[in-house]
């Protein structure tokens, strides 16, 4: 536990990893606290959460900071009220035995590894909210994570947003998106056909609609054997990393040229066929 003087006008994240309380004078023009969260008077931004941390509904909060509920080993399920409309880089990073989250429809933008190394998540809402990106390693290492819909409202995908998820096969896409689409369980950007995420159960489509595996994207993947059909015309630096699992791969017929770190950390791997014109 900790109570914050009159003076303290900025703070360390490591200093309060571990607090089960804090508490802040009333007489702190900078800062206040309330349900066991510290927030930021004139920002109105959440900068620090402690076990049992309830997120302000009055609008009194509209944005979480980053690192705010880093490590907190207590927390297991957050609801984030509506008003949200940002979550920071780590917010939540490294919450262990976080299983759930709801999130608002207000929030539009998470930003990279707010939920990273979550490793008990299993359930968010990603489907209710208006994102437009999901961004690095949003859920790098959420190792029981099996399902998630993505909104319609997302326009940008980044290639390790589901970095070590091996469990997660469970994947839509809301049928109103215009940039992606979901085809053999493989994320496909529709202007490029470009196969932008694909996961442990994923088939890469062989009807043309795929001329691109992108970058990083079966990276983590728990995959034995990986086919890519002759109608792959490029697959990019690090497509296979830290499969480790990964056996076997048939390259397609027409590749000429095999990129950097594509089998990285593939500690397993015995048998790649390589096409004649590499």
């Known amino acids: 536990s900790i109570t914050l003087g009159d003076n303290m006008t900025s703070y360390g994240l490591s200093l309060f990893r571990y607090l089960q309380e804090i508490k802040v004078r009333d007489t702190n023009t900078k800062y206040y606290c309330v349900d066991n969260c510290l927030i930021d008077r004139e920002k109105k931004l959440l900068v620090f959460g402690c076990a049992g941390s309830i997120i302000p509904n009055d609008g009194s909060v509209t944005m979480i900071d980053h690192s705010a509920f880093y490590g907190n080993l207590a927390l297991t399920e957050i609801v984030i009220p509506e008003g949200i409309v940002e979550i920071g880089s780590g917010a939540f990073d490294n919450c262990e035995n976080l299983k759930k989250v709801v999130l608002p429809g207000s929030v539009t933008r998470i930003y990279e590894q707010a939920f990273a190394d979550c490793k008990s998540l299993e359930s968010i809402n990603l489907e209710d909210t208006a994102l437009k990106y999901l961004e690095y390693y949003l859920f790098e290492g959420c190792s029981s994570l099996k399902k998630i819909a993505i909104p319609a409202s997302v326009e940008r995908i980044s290639s390790g947003a589901f970095y070590l998820c091996p469990n997660l096969t469970d994947v839509t896409i809301a049928p109103a998106n215009k940039i992606f689409y979901m085809n053999g369980n493989c994320i496909i950007e529709r202007e490029t056909k470009t196969l932008v995420r694909g996961f442990t159960n994923s088939v890469i489509p062989t009807d043309g609609s795929v001329e691109i595996i992108g970058y990083n994207a079966f990276t983590g993947c728990d995959i034995v054997e990986a086919f890519i059909p002759n109608c792959i015309k490029e697959v990019q630096s690090g497509v296979f990393g830290y499969c480790t699992k990964l056996r076997k791969v048939t390259l397609p ?26």
Do not use: Q, R, W
């Not at 017929?253 to 590499?278: H, M, N, Q, R, W």
């Open 253 to 278: 017929k027409d590749l000429t040229e095999i990129e950097c770190a594509l089998f990285y950390g593939c500690e397993s791997l015995e048998d790649v066929v390589i096409p004649d014109g590499v």
